[in-house]
């Protein structure tokens, strides 16, 4: 039924809304036909019902398609404060003032059923983000960072439980060379189990890209900030699709509303409000909703510094902050009274004092009407209790909770290695060929640094001077290779990795077969640019004749740029943002032209390492071991090298083989893809655990007279 009401909405507000507002009114629809398919309800017009298939055992509860009940209680999320420096002139630094934790969290309880849209609300820092990534078990686990308290699924601890989350982010993270239909069905393969087949994954896709709005953009480039593609409303819709495409019986929606106006706002809502309508678990966090947006709330979470002012019906708020002498002026929008009741004003040192007092008060309201047994949140989680009287047994048997909350936050894929391997290949394939313009950069810049380092070396000959200007040339070919593979690669690579930690948090592959995917996919293009400056220059320079000469300057050249992009690889894996990698790879590099074998000779003992470890210094030896090997010089005067070995030997080259050489560029280039591998797997998203409830002690003692520091969510 509610899939023919938004089937009938979407041609109604179609040829008069903005294809968002089409989207958000469907959603409804959307997720309808996708719980049909999880459920195995066959529909005449709609994927193939599943119903017939076995089934293994019983579902656990929050199971897929199943509507949960989530109840919280006593959520306390604490940063220890970072260690105290002795200052200069201070003898001891015990003489300092005690460093105080801070609370985002402060014992905060309640609930969220199906069927009930819950806002978040709070001004900024009040702890909003916190706690919705508390409950879609995606707490950073920060050093110091520590999360105590209960979180269960329709009565059962959340250990027990592995509800499908929905958590749509701020942010809209894709592959800007992948069309909208591609994403979807790219996340369709990854997220979906193995039973369905790509038919029905097909249709799947279809049915979604129809009822959200995305018919025209399907074939669309996502896009990204130098490619032009989709538009930023369908951007959003791309990641709620992304989402929604594995049936979620909980939704989270974190700041769904920002950046876009107040009219999509309220459709945004709207659509939210439907998904809570048709059982599902529905929870988002919202900064400053109109009126219009605030009506359509069923329950309300007011926070302030961590700690709950009021949770409940809406309704029941203006009678709540009523009889405390805080109600509601006439005509004016209850979400901003009660923000503005719950902010600290920091004008000035008067403003604050009053605005802590009063807002010490509510907390302290809220306590007293809890405890009188009043509170709504403690009713709710009571009826989820009796609801779930089939697990209550079970719980009371489970020891003390002290899960992961990873179980919320991770979806296992049910695609075997192999299958994920061809699908990131497919894409990474995708992602690199279809850029042009990057690709006519790279093609330019290959092209171009060949060409002027050929005409500034034009037609070298065998004089004295010339065998400076071949080192030059050697010497700076390397440099320019080096630093053209690395460049590329922290900023392609630190990009990517954010979409990448994002589909591995959401359990859709490992390490494995995206890594090994991408050093396949990358082999054909990144081998091309070096070549090309080879196959440029080597003739514009004169360089020494023979098949095998060229063939070892162009492997040289080509095996250094995979070792500087294996280095690059590293380096994005290490740093933490784009700005990061650019900023601190150019700059390690200097090191290893340093050290290159053209510009220090003698090295110190305590430096030796460094020509070791720098691949400028093998590839320039390699190619002045083939360049200049046999090579016969002019001598005009007694001191003048009559040889190439002669000149290798005043450079102190000449010890190793040019196999030797390439040899110890590949072993850089195997240590840097062996540390990459283990950093990604190291630096696997990880959420923090919730621990048991802390002590009344505990959190009192993160006080700063009675009153939790806030901090930024």
């Given at each position: 039924?509610?899939?023919?009401?938004?089937?009938?909405?979407?041609?109604?507000?179609?040829?008069?809304?903005?294809?968002?507002?089409?989207?958000?009114?469907?959603t409804?629809?959307?997720?309808?036909?996708?719980?049909?398919?999880?459920?195995?309800?066959?529909r005449?017009?709609?994927?193939?019902?599943?119903?017939?298939?076995?089934?293994?055992?019983?579902?656990?509860?929050?199971?897929?398609?199943?509507p949960?009940?989530l109840?919280?209680s006593?959520?306390?999320?604490?940063?220890?404060?970072?260690?105290?420096?002795?200052?200069?002139?201070?003898?001891?630094?015990?003489?300092?003032?005690?460093?105080?934790?801070?609370?985002?969290l402060?014992?905060?309880?309640?609930?969220?059923?199906p069927?009930?849209?819950?806002?978040?609300?709070?001004?900024?820092?009040?702890?909003?983000?916190?706690?919705?990534?508390?409950?879609s078990?995606?707490?950073?686990?920060?050093?110091?960072?520590?999360?105590?308290?209960?979180?269960?699924?329709?009565g059962?601890?959340?250990?027990d439980?592995s509800?499908?989350?929905?958590?749509?982010?701020?942010?809209?993270?894709?592959?800007a060379?992948?069309?909208v239909?591609?994403?979807l069905?790219?996340?369709?393969?990854?997220?979906?189990?193995?039973?369905?087949?790509v038919?029905?994954?097909?249709?799947?896709?279809?049915?979604?890209?129809q009822?959200?709005?995305?018919?025209?953009?399907?074939?669309t480039?996502?896009?990204?900030?130098?490619?032009?593609?989709?538009?930023?409303?369908e951007?959003?819709?791309?990641?709620?699709?992304?989402?929604?495409?594995?049936?979620?019986?909980?939704?989270?929606?974190?700041?769904?509303?920002?950046?876009?106006?107040?009219f999509?706002?309220?459709?945004?809502?709207?659509?939210?409000?439907?998904?809570?309508?048709?059982?599902h678990?529905?929870?988002?966090?919202?900064?400053?909703?109109?009126?219009?947006?605030?009506?359509?709330?069923?329950?309300?979470?007011?926070?302030?510094?961590?700690?709950?002012?009021?949770?409940g019906?809406?309704?029941?708020?203006?009678?709540?902050?009523?009889?405390?002498?805080?109600?509601?002026?006439?005509?004016?929008?209850?979400?901003?009274?009660?923000?503005?009741?719950?902010?600290?004003?920091?004008?000035?040192?008067?403003?604050?004092?009053?605005?802590r007092?009063?807002?010490?008060?509510?907390?302290?309201?809220?306590?007293?009407?809890?405890?009188?047994?009043?509170?709504?949140?403690?009713?709710?989680?009571?009826?989820?209790?009796?609801?779930?009287?089939p697990?209550a047994?079970?719980?009371?048997?489970?020891?003390?909770?002290?899960a992961?909350?990873?179980?919320?936050?991770?979806?296992?894929?049910?695609?075997?290695?192999?299958?994920?391997?061809?699908?990131?290949?497919?894409r990474?394939?995708?992602?690199?060929?279809?850029?042009?313009?990057?690709?006519?950069?790279?093609?330019?810049?290959?092209?171009?640094?060949?060409?002027?380092?050929?005409?500034?070396?034009?037609k070298?000959?065998?004089?004295?001077?010339?065998?400076?200007?071949?080192?030059?040339?050697?010497?700076?070919?390397?440099?320019?290779?080096?630093?053209?593979?690395?460049?590329?690669?922290l900023?392609?690579?630190t990009?990517?990795?954010?979409?990448?930690?994002?589909?591995?948090?959401?359990?859709?592959?490992?390490?494995?077969?995206?890594?090994?995917?991408?050093?396949?996919?990358?082999?054909?293009?990144?081998?091309?640019?070096?070549?090309?400056?080879?196959a440029?220059?080597?003739p514009?320079?004169?360089?020494?004749?023979?098949?095998?000469?060229?063939?070892?300057?162009?492997?040289?050249?080509?095996?250094?740029?995979?070792?500087?992009?294996?280095?690059?690889?590293?380096?994005?894996?290490?740093?933490?943002?784009t700005?990061a990698?650019?900023?601190?790879?150019?700059?390690?590099?200097?090191?290893?032209?340093?050290f290159?074998?053209?510009f220090?000779?003698?090295v110190?003992?305590a430096?030796?390492?460094?020509?070791?470890?720098?691949?400028?210094?093998?590839?320039?030896?390699?190619?002045?071991?083939?360049?200049l090997?046999?090579?016969?010089?002019?001598?005009?005067?007694?001191?003048?090298?009559?040889?190439g070995?002669?000149?290798?030997?005043?450079?102190?080259?000449?010890?190793?083989?040019v196999?030797?050489?390439?040899v110890?560029?590949?072993?850089?280039?195997?240590?840097n893809?062996i540390?990459?591998?283990?950093?990604?797997?190291?630096r696997?998203?990880?959420?923090?655990?919730?621990?048991?409830?802390?002590?009344?002690?505990?959190?009192?003692?993160?006080?700063?007279?009675?009153?939790?520091?806030?901090?930024?969510?």
């Amino acid at each position: 039924m509610w899939s023919l009401i938004g089937g009938a909405l979407t041609a109604v507000v179609a040829p008069t809304q903005p294809a968002l507002v089409v989207a958000v009114s469907t959603t409804i629809a959307a997720v309808n036909t996708l719980r049909g398919l999880r459920r195995g309800r066959g529909r005449a017009h709609g994927p193939p019902s599943l119903s017939a298939r076995p089934v293994a055992q019983a579902p656990s509860p929050g199971a897929r398609g199943e509507p949960i009940t989530l109840t919280w209680s006593d959520l306390t999320c604490k940063l220890a404060a970072p260690p105290q420096k002795k200052s200069k002139g201070q003898a001891d630094a015990s003489e300092l003032p005690a460093a105080q934790p801070k609370l985002i969290l402060n014992r905060v309880s309640g609930a969220a059923s199906p069927g009930r849209l819950v806002a978040l609300l709070g001004p900024s820092g009040s702890g909003k983000t916190t706690l919705l990534n508390a409950l879609s078990g995606r707490v950073p686990a920060t050093k110091g960072l520590r999360l105590t308290g209960n979180i269960h699924i329709n009565g059962v601890p959340l250990a027990d439980a592995s509800p499908a989350v929905a958590y749509v982010m701020q942010e809209d993270l894709f592959f800007a060379q992948l069309t909208v239909r591609e994403t979807l069905e790219m996340a369709a393969a990854l997220q979906l189990p193995a039973s369905v087949g790509v038919a029905e994954r097909d249709e799947l896709v279809s049915g979604l890209i129809q009822r959200l709005g995305l018919v025209k953009a399907a074939n669309t480039r996502v896009g990204d900030a130098k490619t032009r593609g989709i538009s930023g409303g369908e951007r959003k819709r791309l990641n709620l699709a992304c989402e929604l495409i594995s049936a979620p019986n909980l939704v989270a929606v974190d700041e769904g509303t920002t950046g876009i106006d107040s009219f999509q706002a309220l459709k945004v809502v709207e659509a939210l409000r439907d998904l809570a309508s048709d059982g599902h678990t529905v929870l988002a966090s919202i900064h400053q909703p109109q009126s219009s947006i605030y009506a359509l709330f069923d329950d309300l979470l007011l926070l302030a510094e961590g700690r709950v002012v009021y949770m409940g019906p809406t309704s029941g708020a203006h009678e709540y902050f009523e009889g405390l002498g805080h109600g509601c002026p006439p005509a004016y929008n209850p979400a901003e009274h009660w923000i503005d009741l719950v902010s600290i004003d920091y004008a000035s040192p008067d403003t604050e004092a009053i605005s802590r007092q009063r807002v010490r008060k509510l907390h302290a309201a809220w306590d007293a009407h809890v405890a009188a047994g009043k509170g709504p949140a403690a009713a709710a989680a009571a009826a989820a209790s009796a609801a779930a009287a089939p697990a209550a047994n079970e719980e009371n048997s489970a020891p003390a909770m002290a899960a992961s909350t990873t179980a919320v936050a991770t979806r296992t894929s049910g695609a075997s290695t192999l299958t994920k391997f061809r699908l990131l290949f497919s894409r990474a394939w995708k992602q690199m060929a279809r850029d042009k313009k990057t690709l006519f950069a790279r093609t330019m810049s290959s092209g171009m640094s060949a060409l002027l380092f050929g005409s500034i070396y034009w037609k070298l000959g065998l004089t004295q001077a010339d065998v400076g200007n071949r080192l030059g040339l050697l010497q700076v070919a390397c440099i320019n290779a080096a630093m053209s593979a690395l460049v590329k690669t922290l900023n392609s690579f630190t990009r990517e990795r954010a979409v990448v930690d994002r589909e591995r948090a959401r359990g859709s592959y490992g390490v494995t077969p995206y890594f090994a995917s991408k050093m396949v996919a990358e082999l054909p293009i990144s081998t091309a640019f070096p070549l090309l400056f080879s196959a440029i220059v080597y003739p514009m320079a004169g360089l020494a004749a023979g098949w095998r000469k060229v063939a070892t300057f162009a492997s040289v050249i080509t095996l250094e740029s995979f070792t500087a992009a294996s280095i690059g690889l590293t380096m994005g894996a290490l740093a933490p943002s784009t700005e990061a990698a650019l900023a601190a790879g150019p700059a390690s590099f200097v090191l290893f032209i340093v050290f290159g074998g053209q510009f220090v000779t003698r090295v110190p003992r305590a430096l030796q390492w460094l020509p070791r470890i720098s691949l400028i210094r093998h590839a320039f030896e390699a190619l002045c071991v083939s360049e200049l090997g046999g090579l016969k010089l002019e001598k005009k005067v007694p001191w003048d090298v009559a040889t190439g070995e002669q000149a290798l030997a005043r450079m102190r080259f000449g010890s190793h083989t040019v196999p030797q050489l390439l040899v110890s560029q590949a072993r850089i280039l195997v240590f840097n893809y062996i540390a990459t591998f283990a950093l990604l797997r190291l630096r696997k998203p990880k959420f923090a655990s919730i621990l048991p409830p802390a002590t009344v002690s505990e959190v009192q003692d993160a006080l700063v007279e009675g009153t939790p520091e806030a901090v930024s969510a």
